[in-house]
C-alpha cells in the first residue's frame, strides 16, 4: 500500500513569514497526527485528528499554529507567523485504529522547515 | 510531568554483535510501549510493541523486554548489520498521544 505523503520536503523561510504543510495519509486511516520533530529530539505530538474532528491539539500552540483536516482525508498544517524556534522536521503519521489494538502509526517522511 | 527517556544517547557495535537499547519510562500507569527507527531523512518506522501484560516479546531479529518493577524497557537486536544503523525511539501510549523519548543512536561497525 502507499505510505503517507508529504510535501513539501524541505522549506526554508525568513522569520514572520508564513508557511504550509500538506499530508495525506494511508487510505482508509481515520486517525491523522502532526508532529514536531526538533534536531536531536524525539517527535513532539502537535494535534491529532479522528476523521475530520479534532482529538487532541493541547500542545499545538494556537497562537501561530492551525491544522484542519477537510473531508477527514487530507491534513494541512500552517504556521503564521513563523519564529526562529519553529525550524524543525514536521511529521504527519495515520493509524487505522485509535483507543484499542494495534496503535501501530505510519510516518510520512517529514518536511524540514528552516526558518532564518 | 511523567516522561520516556533513553538511558544512552549513542551506541557503537560490531557488524554480527547483538545491541541493546535501553529505555526509562516514569509513568507506572504506562500499559502500551513501542520502539521505533528512524533512518536519516526519513519518518519514524515501527519496529515492534509491547503491552504491560507481557514481559517480553520477539520479532525478526528483534526482541522488546518489559520490566514493570523497574519500569525499564529494552530493545534487542540479534546479529546487527550495518542496515540497523538509526535511531531507535522508543514511545508510551494507547489511548494518550505518543510520547517519544529522545532516542539512542546506533552505529553498525563493519
Known amino acids: 500500500e502507499a505510505g503517507v505523503a508529504q510535501s513539501p520536503r524541505y522549506k526554508i523561510i525568513e522569520k514572520r513569514q508564513s508557511v504550509a504543510f500538506w499530508c495525506n495519509p494511508i487510505s482508509g486511516h481515520a486517525t491523522l497526527y502532526w508532529y514536531q520533530q526538533i534536531l536531536g529530539q524525539g517527535p513532539k505530538l502537535l494535534i491529532q485528528f479522528q476523521n475530520n474532528g479534532v482529538v487532541d491539539d493541547s500542545q499545538l500552540p494556537k497562537d501561530r499554529f492551525s491544522a484542519e483536516r477537510l473531508k477527514g482525508v487530507d491534513s494541512t498544517l500552517k504556521i503564521q507567523p513563523a519564529k526562529l524556534e519553529d525550524s524543525a522536521v514536521y511529521l504527519c503519521?495515520?493509524?487505522?485504529?485509535w483507543g484499542g489494538g494495534s496503535h501501530e502509526q505510519f510516518f510520512g517522511p517529514g518536511t524540514r522547515l528552516t526558518v532564518l | 510531568g511523567e516522561s520516556v527517556g533513553l538511558h544512552l544517547p549513542t551506541l557503537s557495535v560490531q557488524e554480527g554483535d547483538n545491541s541493546i537499547i535501553n529505555c526509562a519510562y516514569s509513568n507506572s500507569a504506562s500499559d502500551y510501549f513501542i520502539w521505533y527507527k528512524q533512518e536519516s531523512g526519513k519518518g519514524p518506522q515501527f519496529i515492534i510493541d509491547i503491552r504491560s501484560n507481557m514481559d517480553k516479546r520477539q520479532g525478526q531479529r528483534v526482541t522488546v523486554l518489559l520490566n514493570k518493577t523497574v519500569k525499564h524497557l529494552s530493545l534487542q537486536i540479534a546479529a546487527t548489520q550495518p542496515g540497523d544503523s538509526a535511531v531507535y525511539f522508543c514511545?508510551?501510549?494507547?489511548?494518550?498521544?505518543?510520547?517519544f523519548g529522545k532516542g539512542t543512536r546506533l552505529s553498525v561497525i563493519a
Open positions: 514511545a508510551e501510549g494507547q489511548n494518550t498521544p505518543l510520547v
Open positions: 503519521a495515520s493509524s487505522s485504529l
